[in-house]
Structures are given as C-alpha cells and as structure tokens.
T-cell receptor, first 114, second 110 residues
Framework: ETGVTQTPRHLVMGMTNKKSLKCEQH?????MYWYKQSAKKPLELMFV???????ENNSVPSRFSPECPNSSHLFLHLHTLQPEDSALYLC?????????????FGPGTRLLVL | QKEVEQNSGPLSVPEGAIASLNCTYS??????FFWYRQYSGKSPELIMS????GDKEDGRFTAQLNKASQYVSLLIRDSQPSDSATYLC??????????FGTGTRLLVSP
C-alpha cells in the first residue's frame, strides 16, 4: 500500500442514495486529485486541489461534489448517481500541482451504481 | 487526435525477452513524462519518469524520450511473468494537468 489511503474500497449504491468517498494522504503533499477509471477508457481527471483550493474542475456533473478540508484529506460526495457512473475512483496526491510532479495513487474505490 | 496514444495490446512476449511499449502525444510543449504500471484490480504505481530527450535507465527498465517526434517508450529487459500488467503512459499537458493514455496490456509467458 502507498501513503495514500481510500475508503471504502468497494461501494454499491442506488441511484437515490447519498454517499461519500474519503481519501487521506500521509506524504506531506500539497496537491490532491480525483480520477475516474472506466473500462477501456483512459484515466479521467475530475478535480484538482492545491493547498486546499480547487484549481481544476473538468466539467464534472454536479452530482459529484468534492471537498478538501485540509491538505491531507479529500472527499468526493455522491448523490443521485447514474449507472454509467460505475467505475473505479482513484485519489492521488503530489508535492505540487504543476503537472510535473509524480502523482501517487491510492488503492481506489470500486463503485457500482444500481 | 487523442492527446496520449498507446496500443491497447495485448503485447505478448516470452519470459526473458525485451518488451517494448510505445506512446505518442499531441502537445508539443509537454515537459514531463511518466510510465505507470497497473495490475488488474489495483491502482497505478510509478515505474519511471523522464524529462529530457534520450534514455533513462533504472534496473531492467529504460525510458526513451524523443520530443521532436513526440514519442516516449518503455523497454523492459529480461521480462518476467510478474511484469504482466497494463502500462500507462502519462504526459504533462500544457494546461498543467497530467493526461493518461488508455494503457498497453503486457503478457509475459513463462
């Protein structure tokens, strides 16, 4: 396991449920990311936070709501999801957010929306 | 045109052979390039990073970068069955985000 942890590891939810994904990094990094990984598609960047400020939002539907209370924790709040949102959700962190630093990934949350 | 392109594979090589994984990218001003390995059901882990033209070696792995041709590759010498995984190429985009390819699946047969 890396210095980035994610909970839960697996999640099954109905379309009317509300749930949250949690990510914590123990690396002293200043940037954190949420990615979505679907089968046969490249990793899709969803959100980037640098020093707790959101610096990028890649036109993600509003049913996904991120929260970064401090530089070590990142949440992804989910509500009224669709079946096509089923995927592996990966959290990552890096020292900075310039894109040149190595990103370290957590183990991911595998989400199934019924 | 995709921002980062990789052949999805699978690339099949026998144990002990050299595996060659290729990646092309569209953004000419990209400066940072990464290779990640992802085992089935696991998250990506960094194998190599490269920033300058030429070769960079780390153990059995060699990354090669040619910015003029917008091409980056990963060579794995003495391939082992444990190297069987999907290899993701990631490129620093000019808008300061990291863009990933779809990955190449490598199969090393004993």
């Amino acid at each position: 396991e890396t210095g980035v942890t994610q909970t839960p590891r697996h999640l099954v939810m109905g379309m009317t449920n509300k749930k949250s994904l949690k990510c914590e990094q123990h690396l002293g990094h200043n940037a954190m990311y949420w990615y979505k990984q679907s089968a046969k598609k490249p990793l899709e960047l969803m959100f980037v936070y640098s020093l707790e400020e959101r610096v990028e939002n890649n036109s993600v539907p509003s049913r996904f709501s991120p929260e970064c209370p401090n530089s070590s924790h990142l949440f992804l709040h989910l509500h009224t999801l669709q079946p096509e949102d089923s995927a592996l959700y990966l959290c990552a962190s890096s020292l900075g957010a310039s894109g040149q630093e190595t990103q370290y990934f957590g183990p991911g949350t595998r989400l199934l929306v019924l | 045109q995709k921002e980062v392109e990789q052949n999805s594979g699978p690339l099949s090589v026998p144990e002990g052979a050299i595996a060659s994984l290729n990646c092309t990218y569209s953004d000419r001003v990209s400066q940072s390039f990464f290779w990640y390995r992802q085992y089935s059901g696991k998250s990506p882990e960094l194998i190599m990073s490269i920033y300058s033209n030429g070769d960079k070696e780390d153990g059995r792995f060699t990354a090669q970068l040619n910015k003029a041709s917008q091409y980056v590759s990963l060579l794995i010498r003495d391939s082992q069955p444990s190297d069987s995984a999907t290899y993701l190429c990631a490129v620093n985009h000019s808008f300061q985000k990291l863009v990933f390819g779809t990955g190449t699946r490598l199969l090393v047969s004993p």
